[in-house]
């Protein structure tokens, strides 16, 4: 099987960074996309950032010039560097991934989420 799991949440003033981090692990052949969502207090899940395996790189435009997402294919992690955090961008934190296992099934896979709290 496959496993997501985040790390690097928590309680950060506005202005402040955080750094989000996800490890992939498993029976992994490889990974395609991979992405950040976050699900703000009773709101609905939205899309934050996505990476391709080559780099390619898309933004929310709410988080365009703030956040950045990078990955390392060699280790099948994917970071989410947040920079001048505002309130608003209180949220769970996902991450999510497009799969190619060994076994040459395909899986979208999410992980359980990290919480963010911007707050003075």
């Known amino acids: 099987q496959v496993q997501l799991v985040e790390s690097g949440g928590g309680l950060v003033q506005p202005g402040g960074s955080l750094r989000l981090s996800c490890a992939a692990s498993?029976?992994?052949?490889?990974?395609?996309?991979m992405a950040w969502y976050r699900q703000p207090p009773g709101k609905e899940r939205e899309l934050v950032a996505t990476?391709?395996?080559?780099?390619?790189?898309d933004y929310a435009d709410s988080v365009k010039g703030r956040f950045t997402i990078s990955r390392d294919n060699a280790k099948n992690t994917v970071l989410l560097q947040m920079n001048s955090l505002k309130p608003e961008d209180t949220a769970v934190y996902y991450c999510?991934?497009?799969?190619?296992?060994?076994?040459?099934?395909?899986?979208?896979?999410w992980g359980k989420g990290t919480l963010v709290t911007v707050s003075s």
């Open positions: 999510n991934a497009n799969i190619l296992t060994k076994s040459s099934y395909f899986m979208n896979s």
């Open positions: 990476i391709t395996r080559t780099g390619n790189t």
């Open positions: 498993g029976s992994i052949f490889s990974i395609n996309t």
